[in-house]
């Protein structure tokens, strides 16, 4: 009987999650498109979460918000969390990839854009401690799970990029040896 | 090109003002604008007869009565009752190639349609933006393009508001995020499209520019023509009522 019970708080619990749309707004929705449709029919709670809230969640919802985003993070097999940083500037200054110079400042290939903070000389101002490599995954591995409904792509997550690839973009923002720290950013901020 | 770049950016141009530098400059070298020469294009397919039925534009109701072109696309998207739906620029002309001139739906060519954009936008130049939301479909078309225009989704959760409101003249890449539903009270993207792009020698309706924002991010766009895409301009466009309009636009 009490599982009954837990089956139809979860099943309102999704429904209430979800509601965002309106029916008649759904049956427009799958009018305008079958790709378009999918990428909005299938939003995720989250996702609607945030689009309820206009990206803004209110303070009670932030603990179990914060939490659920910290549960999807996963890490590279063999627990390193800095990789390769060639590779991780190979991905860090692809625009079709990571894309991260368009919003971050700091990269010597590309000049950055303003949405996001500077990340000039990122490693050499942070030093290379578990906690800050850690941290530097995290971040973008899930981006929800520090910054709630933000604009940063959720990596991990969503799949952009695989465990291993986050950890050489890692390295390529940590290693004191890597271009982005040893190399001035291009541009001026 | 970087140090072209970084100075261009410390001197901190505004792009509307350099867009307008630009158009004195093409105006003063060629004698005539591109954009001038879409509406000229637009005008011809307007007036000319064409199609099964042999017949001009002239006939077409933009919401002001048949043939009433000034002030009628600073009052689109609306409700029309012919066709039971709420239309914008793209698609009532759409709808009127099809009703008047006996098109097929996919014979229309979607260069035809934005030249005579172009010409009808061109008659209400100066005149304010003036949406309303009367009907009830209106109202729900405005609620839809609110929830679209918030909306997280897709594999970068992307969404227009996290971009054109939250980080609001803030760059990523070359140009900062317009203001597209005047949150700075400065007008809004409603004013100037449909628009012609110098950097890349393009004319664009705004249902084309929704649709480039969406591709550029990497999400499937709506159809040209459906309701998300005119949800979206009728949300847009009752938040830029009463700003002056610019048509046909002339942007980088």
């Known amino acids: 009987m009490r599982s009954i019970w837990l089956l139809l708080l979860l099943a309102l619990g999704l429904a209430l999650a979800q509601r965002y749309f309106s029916e008649q707004d759904l049956e427009r929705i799958r009018a305008s498109g079958p790709k378009y449709a999918e990428a909005l029919v299938g939003q995720r709670p989250d996702q609607a979460l945030c689009s309820i809230h206009k990206n803004r969640l209110p303070a009670d919802l932030l603990p179990k918000f914060i939490e659920e985003q910290r549960a999807l993070i996963q890490y590279p097999k063999d627990g390193k969390l800095m990789g390769d940083w060639k590779k991780g500037g190979a991905i860090f200054n692809n625009m079709a990839k990571a894309n991260c110079f368009s919003c971050h400042f700091g990269s010597p290939l590309n000049l950055g854009g303003d949405v996001g903070p500077s990340l000039e000389k990122y490693g050499l101002n942070r030093g290379q401690s578990e906690a800050i490599q850690r941290y530097t995954y995290e971040v973008i591995y899930n981006a929800w799970a520090y910054f709630p409904c933000t604009v940063m792509y959720r990596f991990g997550v969503q799949g952009l990029l695989t465990p291993e690839e986050i950890a050489d973009v890692v390295a390529y923002l940590l290693d004191p040896n890597s271009d982005f720290n040893t190399k001035p950013a291009a541009g001026r901020r | ?252």
């Open chain 2, 1 to 252: 090109m970087f140090l072209l770049l970084a100075w261009g950016l410390s001197q901190e141009v505004d792009p509307r003002e350099e867009a307008k530098r630009q158009k004195e400059l093409l105006l003063q070298t060629a004698g005539v604008l591109p954009s001038e020469l879409i509406v000229e294009q637009g005008k011809e397919l307007f007036y000319a007869k064409r199609g099964p039925k042999n017949a001009s534009l002239e006939g077409c109701d933009f919401g002001l009565g048949p043939g009433v072109l000034k002030g009628a696309s600073v009052r689109l998207p609306r409700y029309f009752m012919d066709t039971n739906k709420v239309e914008d620029l793209d698609s009532r002309i759409r709808t009127c190639m099809i009703q008047l001139q006996g098109f097929k739906p996919e014979e229309i060519k979607r260069s035809e349609v934005v030249a005579i954009a172009f010409y009808v936008a061109a008659q209400s130049d100066g005149m304010p933006v003036q949406v309303r939301l009367l009907y009830p479909s209106e109202k729900a078309f405005y609620e839809l393009g609110e929830r679209l225009f918030y909306a997280r989704s897709g594999a970068r959760d992307i969404g227009c508001a996290t971009c054109h409101v939250t980080y609001l003249g803030k760059r990523a890449g070359v140009l900062p995020y317009a203001d597209v539903i005047n949150v700075a009270g400065k007008g809004a993207a409603m004013t100037h499209w449909p628009a012609y792009r110098y950097s890349n020698d393009q004319a664009w309706t705004m249902e084309d520019r929704i649709r480039a924002c969406y591709g550029n991010l990497g999400h499937p766009a709506p159809e040209f023509y459906s309701p998300a895409v005119i949800a979206l301009q009728l949300f847009m466009a009752y938040h830029a009522n009463g700003a002056k309009a610019e048509l046909p636009g002339f942007l980088r």
